[in-house]
């Protein structure tokens, strides 16, 4: 065996696709959507590198055109979670003692294969499952997600790298131990790329996972697992099942060898595992690393120094992309007097202008939310704002589920700035606007940081450095990302580590060396040269 060490590439952010009219990547890209609309995938689950297929199958339809069969699933059981956990304890020693190079390589050639061959098939199944449109596919499933595995193979090498000082005749070293047992990866639907992250960022750095993807993302979960054992993954490094929550849940959470939880999904659904985990801590080998990002109720706070035509761009951008279904979207906005009827003027304007539609027109900028369920809670909203006193729907309002979960971008002017639209995380293309007096603006700072229990997102626009300067020591806690003349989506891993803390998680920063902090268990090693022979020391000896 030969050794060396080992510098991997240095990462860059991959460059974003335009998919203009008469572009190689837009032809293709129809192409493909063509294609995979043409046929039903048969999706099984991927357990010990094996594809295990059961008798209940669970059938798949675009949220644009739910008539239409994209194909079906295998839905496990008990004793499929049972096998996945067993698959990834026994693949773990060989996985851990492998060289952390050849781990690397494997997700080094991952992120090429979805740069290459497989981009357009990754973000036609995002775009078709998810109903997102071509730029929002391409900025999550392929760019982020390339993203997050070159960058987290540069990161693991900085924390290879930090080692302790020597002190003479000493040599202090530290490695860095994947945990015990395995890791349970809890995914969300509308990122393909936290999908990908977050079993990915464990395994690695040594560790074995059981990923149990949102129902409503596994038409591309399928793509990236096809992606990983084209790279070469070992077989039970990462076990793909498709089960119900509360089922995985009652194995893994009481499983001596759980060791931890990478989790993106709601804060009520995440406090519930906290607490399981709280209770069952004596089960278990070591206590497991609980990590999550969760809910969010973002803002954006607009002093009568911004220029509107940056506000109207971001607030419309932040709050209706991917049809406000991003824990960052922007879902409250506070604006004053002053800019107020200009601004309406404008978004009223420009929303116009945004069709609505199937994420095979690309013309169209808004497509259908996820699901009946999200569908029917959305509009639960949207009526009750209708026929409440003080709720202006200044936009939109209407919404449609004949032939998808379609919901018009709506914007919402509330007189009581405590309003439940104001306060409670929605998840769809809701936008909650107060108007207030230009003289209450270091009051309306305070109302933003107490007004929600989220802290993930939020953003300031001023022109007045001073103000913006305030804003941004003011609202330190109030947001985990905080936005300067921007909407507050969009964060870029390696520029922009994401994660928010209150009610938003635990802040653990994907997209930075600190999250893969979370995956390892360090052990310090001092070796002494020349031990001493003798007990006394020097000050015992006698005058």
């Known amino acids: 065996m030969t050794y060396g060490f080992y510098n991997v590439p240095t990462p860059v952010n991959e460059p974003v696709k335009e998919y203009r009219p008469g572009s190689p990547e837009r032809e293709n890209l129809k192409k493909t959507l063509t294609d995979m609309r043409s046929r039903e995938e048969d999706i099984p689950m991927y357990i010990n590198g094996e594809e295990v297929r059961t008798e209940k199958t669970i059938r798949i339809a675009p949220p644009h055109d739910h008539q239409h069969t994209l194909g079906y699933f295998h839905e496990g059981d008990a004793e499929h979670i049972q096998q996945a956990i067993d698959a990834a304890l026994q693949a773990k020693e060989a996985w851990e003692t492998m060289s952390w190079e050849h781990r690397a390589s494997i997700f080094l050639k991952a992120a090429d294969l979805i740069a290459g061959p497989y981009r357009a098939k990754i973000n036609a199944a995002t775009m078709l499952g998810q109903s997102k449109n071509a730029y929002q596919a391409e900025i999550d499933s392929a760019c982020e997600l390339i993203d997050f595995l070159r960058f987290n193979v540069y990161f693991m090498t900085q924390i290879y790298q930090q080692q302790p000082n020597s002190s003479p005749g000493v040599w202090n070293r530290q490695e860095y131990r994947p945990l015990e047992g395995f890791v349970f990866a809890l995914t969300p639907f509308n990122f393909t790329a936290i999908a990908g992250n977050l079993p990915s960022a464990p395994a690695m750095m040594g560790n074995t996972v059981v990923w149990k993807p949102a129902y409503q993302q596994i038409y591309s979960a399928k793509v990236i697992m096809e992606v990983l054992q084209e790279a070469g993954l070992p077989k039970g490094v990462i076990n793909l099942i498709y089960v119900d929550g509360p089922v995985a849940g009652e194995i893994i959470f009481n499983h001596q060898d759980f060791g931890g939880i990478h989790f993106t999904g709601s804060t009520k659904v995440f406090q519930t595992i906290w607490e399981i985990i709280g209770s069952n801590i004596h089960k278990y080998h070591s206590y497991p690393r609980i990590v999550g990002e969760t809910g969010g109720k973002d803002f954006v706070l607009v002093h009568e120094s911004a ?216 052990r310090t090693i001092k070796e002494t040269f020349v031990p001493p022979k003798q007990i006394s020391y020097p000050f015992m000896q006698a005058e």
């Open 307 to 522: 220029d509107i035509d940056e506000v109207v761009v971001a607030l419309i951008r932040g709050a209706f992309e991917y049809q406000g279904q991003k824990c960052s979207a922007a879902s409250r906005a506070y604006v004053p007097t002053t800019m107020w009827p200009q601004l309406k003027e404008r978004l009223v304007t420009e929303l116009a202008t945004c069709k609505m539609g199937g994420v095979e027109n690309f013309t169209n900028f808004i497509n259908a939310v996820i699901d009946k369920r999200s569908f029917d809670k959305i509009a639960q909203y949207i009526e009750e704002a209708k026929n409440s006193e003080g709720v202006e729907v200044i936009a939109g309002g209407s919404y449609d589920d004949s032939k998808g979960y379609f919901v018009e971008p709506t914007i919402l002017r509330v007189d009581d700035p405590a309003y439940r639209t104001m306060c409670e995380e929605i998840f769809g293309p809701v936008l909650s606007v107060y108007v207030y007096q230009p003289e209450e603006f270091e009051q309306i700072k305070k109302l933003v940081d107490q007004t929600s229990p989220y802290a993930l997102t939020g953003s300031i626009f001023a022109k007045d450095r001073e103000i913006i300067e305030k804003a941004t020591t003011q609202l330190r806690h109030a947001a985990g990302n905080f936005y300067i003349n921007d909407k507050p989506t969009g964060a870029v891993v390696g520029q922009q580590p994401f994660g928010g803390a209150r009610g938003s998680g635990t802040n653990d920063k994907a997209g930075s060396l600190l999250n893969l902090l979370r995956w390892v268990s360090p």
